[in-house]
């Protein structure tokens, strides 16, 4: 079983950034995924940035590319997500989730396991 707890959120200016940071209890496969998600009012839940906790690789939806990094720290068993250059349409409570094992896929949220509580973002124009 794996507790996902996300912290970091709050109200920031267009242009502005945060980090949000999720802290995982217990552990997953080596090579399993962290992914961040976030759903807008009225919308569904996507995806935005996925890293696994072995090697280099990071994933990111189009709309963040440039703009979001995730990052983990294996000691802490905490993985990040900086947000710079933040638009009032990155708007959305924001979701950690883990996988339990490697599937390869990244952007399927079906796919995930375990899901934090939701931390709020909230960018003002």
């Known amino acids: 079983q794996v507790h996902l707890v996300e912290s970091g959120g709050g109200l920031v200016q267009a242009g502005g950034s945060l980090r949000l940071s999720c802290a995982a209890s217990?552990?997953?496969?080596?090579?399993?995924?962290m992914g961040w998600f976030r759903q807008a009012p009225g919308k569904g839940r996507e995806f935005v940035a996925a890293?696994?906790?072995?090697?280099?690789?990071?994933y990111y939806a189009d709309s963040v590319k440039g703009r979001f990094t995730i990052s983990r720290d294996n000691a802490k068993n905490t993985v990040y997500l900086q947000m710079n250059s933040l638009k009032p349409e990155d708007t959305a409570v924001y979701y950690c989730?883990?996988?339990?094992?490697?599937?390869?896929?990244?952007?399927?949220?079906?796919?995930?396991?375990?899901w934090g509580q939701g931390t709020q973002v909230t960018v003002s124009s």
């Open positions: 989730a883990a996988q339990e094992i490697y599937t390869g896929t990244y952007y399927q949220r079906l796919l995930y396991d375990y």
């Open positions: 890293i696994r906790w072995s090697g280099d690789d990071t």
């Open positions: 217990g552990r997953t496969d080596s090579n399993s995924a």
